[in-house]
């Protein structure tokens, strides 16, 4: 019996792909077998790409740039699977008269940045009749967060309604659309921000490779039944 979770021939574009979940998936993709293009804003460095080795690539593309992102289906036009992992989440007060661009920006990166990329590849996919793509929401998403503002918490109910969206729609023409609700992980994003590990089950913040994984369950065929999911990788944290 094959092996479904190895991703041999498989060809992965990541979002946010320097950043600690982005990275870390690249590097399982990689390590199942698949070819990676990491996508960021920034371009990846070209010591990181010698080290990944010869089945990685990069581009540079901000998410929230619809020109930019059409060029990037246009380089990467037979993407077998796309992760969606570039988002923000900035720290200030809701309270403030400027607060109101901050929301804009997180809902421009975090949900029309999302939508952006899925509009371009998946279609392609539905015509070949195969693709995965996974968005990468959030417990903000599921739980209102624990530390994040409401312009996170209301961007990643978007990020897992618009994983609905897409299954609905994938479904019927062999792509699946499958989201995965991280909670707090340690990365770059809540560096230096206090944590409450009492407040999850598990004690502690999760490892960014602990969700790269299974993001790469989600791009491989061992998840072909799967469509629509968010699936929780939190440490324990129950709600309903
Ligand atoms: N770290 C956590 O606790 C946590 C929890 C739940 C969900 N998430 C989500 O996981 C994803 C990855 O987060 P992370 O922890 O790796 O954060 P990170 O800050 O380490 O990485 C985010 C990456 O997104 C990129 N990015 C931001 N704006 C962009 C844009 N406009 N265009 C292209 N790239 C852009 C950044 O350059 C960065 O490399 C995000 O969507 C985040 O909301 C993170």
Not at 92 to 121: H, K, P, Y
């Amino acid at each position: 019996m094959s092996n479904l979770f190895r991703l041999d021939g498989q060809s992965v574009l990541v979002t946010g792909a320097l950043g600690g979940i982005g990275l870390a998936t690249a590097r399982a993709l990689l390590e199942q077998g698949a070819s990676v293009v990491l996508c960021d804003q920034a371009p990846v460095s070209d010591v990181l790409l010698a080290e990944l080795g010869p089945n990685a690539r990069s581009a540079v593309c901000d998410v929230t740039d619809r020109r930019a992102v059409e060029q990037l289906f246009r380089d990467f036009p037979n993407t077998d699977g796309l992760v969606l992992s570039a988002g923000i989440l900035p720290f200030d007060d809701w309270m403030d008269e400027q607060w109101d661009a901050s929301f804009d920006r997180v809902m421009a990166v975090n949900v029309r940045g999302s939508i952006n990329l899925a509009r371009v590849f998946f279609p392609a996919m539905c015509e070949r009749r195969s693709g995965k793509i996974v968005f990468v929401g959030s417990v903000a998403g599921r739980m209102g967060g624990m530390q994040a503002g409401p312009h996170y918490a209301a961007s990643k109910g978007a990020v897992h309604a618009l994983v609905r969206w897409f299954a609905q729609r994938a479904a019927p023409n062999g792509v699946n659309v499958n989201g995965i609700a991280p909670g707090s992980i340690a990365t770059e994003m809540l560096a230096g921000k206090p944590f409450d590990t009492s407040r999850v089950p598990m004690g502690r913040m999760g490892m960014a490779d602990e969700v790269a994984w299974p993001i790469a369950f989600l791009c491989s065929s061992a998840s072909n039944y799967m469509n629509g999911a968010v699936m929780d990788v939190n440490g324990g944290l129950i709600f309903s």
